[in-house]
């Protein structure tokens, strides 16, 4: 209200001021005062400019709207409140400085309903026009685009109770120069958006080159849509839609869009394939002819399935180009492993996006393909699993022009050092957010390296190699004869905005114009830069020279001055103080060092000089009391006749005289180089006419090993147990045989006792094959060392042995 005051002030008193003033000059001069004056008192409180851009917000009624402009102002903004009701104000922007606006936005005024006819009167020279998140408007005049016949760009984003017959209305015989249509998220009701008839006709003599329909529920494509509406197109977004294609539609696919450059089909659900794709496939025919330079697949697969694509595809008879850029990321993939046959090929493709899958194998052979391949993002994958595999190694083997790559959040706990050695163009290396502890790469011929990203991992330190790779890398770049100069990479912010590349297409815009980069995102450095922050350094002796590198080497190391290390229980920063204060006490940890290891060398030469001995002592103690055991068992009129009693039931008697006897008596005759028998079995050895029991007392007596051979036969036999129970009752060493998965379950208590405390041999004996653990040699070992042991405790104790017919009984000491 004041600025309509002080307009009407100004009026008003202008005869007034005319008749005071002296000449015709100063008439002239006043006039130009107030021609500039007007419009600014028109200006509303909350809107701003900004060299030729003008910004209105808060706008709730129809007269605030701005009547007048500066003279400037090319592109102008307005955003509503939900207090401006039914329609927006008529003939507003007829004033004449309205006529030079080339772009009009105008967004989130929720409670209008329609657009009437003049509300755009007066915009003849208007190019853009967007009229987005009106979330009421249902209504468009069809005559609304009448005085606006330069558009070439329209938009009715979010507008979604605005239903596609509503535009194809206002659209038909009009707006000839569109070039671009935006109808992003129109008509949530449960209508479909259908292209066909109608919406060819409202296309009908226009050169449309970009289409953005996406976020739409259900879009039913009818086969009247054809290459007359969309042969020029360059740019289709479709993402997160649901599209429905009649079969009838394929008779005239072929060639539908053949100048599509842009292709966006993220999160559509039109084919949902199974989780798990093998198997051959013979391509009989080409597909459409869709050569997109551009093309997004991102979302097409469901979140909670995990897809396997282990598939050889054939292609004898078509020759499939690829696009320039394939974004295929977030598709839940666990395994792309496709092999292709004939004349596929993917020269062309040079940035492939494979983020933010489940990716734990990706195939050599499928990237060896992509001869031409310049920006590859496997971020956010399961690799890990596949790092110890040759495949990993080798599979950026055929990439000789890979410029950048995201190895991003993969969980690698290492890279192979020869994993880009045959990738000399690379410029970029991200392997932050992984788990690595130790990395050594391979990069001298990486002579064009400009920025590896370690980031986020568990490095203690660099190795002593890779520093001074750093060190001749930066050496080479700065003995370069050409000028080297910062480049702008626009792919390299592509894959965070993919709208960046949509705002080439569209029609009169330039594409430098106003787009801002992030300059991490969008410069790449001009000599090797490294990024090794939050990692796990460690700053102790034995990192010295890491820290001395970090602290002195020209390389640049992003955010240096806040890169930390453990010290002691405390993280520190790395600083030329934490770095003497480091080497002093490494100095005097040196002295202590050398006086601790003095001492400590004269006290392992004691140490070892003892084991030395004892362990000479122990051999000779052995060899001594196999001496003594051939003496005590070779020579007559000894106390014990037998070195061992093999005790064994009489239904198990082929399996002990065909297998283990013959072996028993081999090893030992050969030990004691005797002829004679020293194995005692109940077979040869047990006196005919006497009794059973008196003989197994009496041979036990002779023996100074029991050697009893068990199995199921064994644990059921009664003077098989009155062995084991005598061998116990007289002390005596016990080495046991049993048959493999014998269960003991049932066997006395003797038996199981012996069982539980004694190591033992197994033999199994199946079809005739017989194979015994361990081998014979250790067994027998075993068996001379028992009886060597029960010798050495007999004399100790000068134990008398009792008469032969009478129970054993000893006192062991």
């Known amino acids: 209200m004041a600025s309509k005051l002080v307009r009407l002030s100004l009026i008003t008193n202008t005869n007034r001021i005319f008749a005071r003033i002296a000449n015709e000059w100063s008439i002239i001069i006043y006039l130009l005062i107030l021609v500039n004056v007007v419009p600014i008192s028109e200006a509303i409180s909350n809107c701003t400019l900004n060299g030729i851009r003008y910004l209105c917000s808060n706008i709730a009624t129809t007269t605030d709207f701005p009547l007048v402009l500066t003279a400037n102002v090319r592109k102008v903004t307005l955003i509503g409140t939900n207090e401006l009701s039914h329609s927006f104000p008529d003939e507003r922007f007829t004033h004449h400085t309205w006529s030079k606006v080339s772009e009009l936005s105008i967004l989130v005024f929720t409670n209008v309903d329609s657009i009437e006819r003049m509300f755009l009167n007066?915009?003849?020279?208007?190019?853009?026009?967007?009229?987005?998140?009106?979330?009421?408007?249902?209504?468009?005049?069809?005559d609304t685009f009448s005085f606006t016949p330069n558009i070439e760009e329209l938009h009715f984003d979010g507008d979604t109770r605005l239903h596609l017959y509503v535009v194809e209305a206002a659209l038909t015989d009009k707006l000839s120069n569109l070039r671009f249509l935006s109808l992003i998220a129109i008509q949530g009701s449960e209508n479909h958006v259908v292209l066909g008839k109608n919406f060819s006709n409202a296309l009908l003599g226009k050169i449309l080159t970009a289409l953005d329909i996406s976020r739409v529920n259900v879009i039913y494509v009818e086969h009247a849509i054809t290459q007359d509406v969309f042969g020029n197109l360059k740019y289709l977004n479709v993402s997160y839609s649901t599209i429905l294609l009649p079969r009838k539609l394929n008779d005239i696919s072929r060639g539908l869009a053949p100048n599509i450059e842009l292709l966006d089909i993220t999160g559509v659900r039109y084919l949902l394939l199974n989780s798990m794709i093998e198997g051959e496939?013979?391509?009989?025919?080409?597909?459409?002819?869709?050569?997109p330079m551009y093309f997004f697949l991102q979302g097409i697969f469901e979140p909670d399935i995990q897809v396997n694509l282990d598939v050889i595809v054939r292609s004898d008879n078509c020759y499939t180009e690829v696009p320039k850029m394939l974004d295929f990321s977030k598709n839940s993939l666990a395994r792309l492993n496709i092999t292709f046959l004939g004349n596929s090929s993917a020269h062309e493709l040079e940035t492939l996006n494979l983020e933010g899958n489940k990716m734990e194998y990706i195939s050599p052979h499928l990237l060896s393909i992509c001869r031409s391949l310049k920006n590859l993002d496997l971020s956010n994958n399961l690799l890990m699993k596949m790092q110890n595999m040759d495949d990993f190694t080798n599979m950026f083997t055929e990439n000789k022009d890979l410029e950048i790559i995201f190895l991003r959040n993969n969980r690698l706990t290492f890279v192979p050092s020869n994993l880009f050695v045959s990738n000399s163009k690379l410029r970029i290396i991200d392997l932050s957010e992984n788990e690595l502890i130790y990395f050594n790469l391979y990069l001298y011929f990486v002579e064009n390296l400009a920025l590896i990203n370690l980031r986020m991992n568990r490095l203690k330190d660099l190795s002593a190699s890779m520093m001074e790779q750093f060190d001749s890398l930066l050496w080479k770049q700065n003995s370069e004869s050409n000028q080297r100069t910062n480049v702008t990479n626009v792919l390299l912010k592509h894959f965070q905005d993919k709208s960046l590349i949509g705002k080439r297409y569209r029609y009169g815009y330039n594409a430098s114009e106003d787009i801002q980069f992030e300059e991490l995102h969008s410069m790449i450095p001009l000599?090797?830069?490294?990024?090794?922050?939050?990692?796990?350094?460690?700053?102790?002796?034995?990192?010295?020279?890491?820290?001395?590198?970090?602290?002195?080497?020209k390389i640049d190391i992003i955010n240096k001055t806040v890169l930390s290390c453990k010290y002691g229980n405390n993280d520190e920063y790395l600083s030329i103080e934490l770095l003497q204060t480091v080497q002093t006490n490494c100095r005097l940890a040196v002295r202590i060092g050398f006086g601790v290891a003095s001492s400590a060398a004269i006290i392992v030469s004691i140490l070892t000089f003892v084991i030395m001995f004892h362990r000479r002592c122990k051999s000779d103690r052995r060899n001594q009391d196999l001496q003594n055991l051939k003496k005590e068992i070779l020579q007559e009129n000894t106390h014990f006749e037998f070195l061992m009693f093999l005790s064994y039931c009489s239904r198990d008697t082929q399996i002990v005289?065909?297998?283990?006897?013959?072996?028993?008596?081999?090893?030992?005759?050969?030990?004691?180089?005797?002829?004679?028998?020293?194995?005692?079995?109940?077979?040869?050895?047990?006196?005919?006419?006497?009794?059973?029991?008196?003989?197994?007392?009496?041979?036990?007596?002779?023996s100074l090993v029991v050697v009893p051979v068990i199995t199921p036969a064994f644990l059921q036999s009664k003077w098989s147990q009155e062995e084991c129970v005598a061998a116990v009752d007289r002390h005596?060493?016990?080495?046991?045989?049993?048959?493999?998965n014998t269960d003991t379950s049932s066997a006395i208590v003797t038996i199981q006792n012996l069982i539980w405390q004694h190591t033992r041999g197994t033999w199994s004996d199946n079809e005739g094959v017989f194979v015994i653990r361990p081998s014979w040699n250790i067994i027998c070992e075993g068996i001379i060392r028992a009886a060597s042991e029960a010798l050495r405790?007999?004399?100790?104790?000068?134990?008398?042995?009792?008469?032969?017919?009478?129970?054993?009984?000893e006192e062991m000491v």
């Open 732 to 740: 005596r060493q016990v080495v046991i045989l049993m048959e493999k």
């Open 281 to 291: 496939y013979q391509i009989e025919e080409c597909f459409l002819d869709l050569k």
């Open 793 to 809: 405790h007999y004399r100790r104790h000068n134990l008398i042995e009792p008469a032969e017919d009478n129970p054993l009984v």
């Open 527 to 553: 000599y090797v830069t490294i990024d090794i922050l939050d990692n796990r350094f460690v700053c102790d002796c034995d990192t010295l020279v890491f820290m001395e590198w970090i602290l002195f080497t």
């Open 657 to 702: 005289e065909e297998q283990i006897l013959p072996s028993l008596k081999r090893y030992l005759h050969e030990t004691f180089n005797t002829a004679r028998d020293i194995v005692c079995t109940g077979a040869d050895d047990f006196v005919p006419g006497m009794r059973i029991i008196d003989e197994i007392h009496r041979c036990i007596n002779k």
């Open 122 to 142: 007066g915009l003849e020279e208007l190019k853009f026009l967007s009229v987005s998140s009106c979330t009421d408007i249902h209504t468009i005049d069809k």
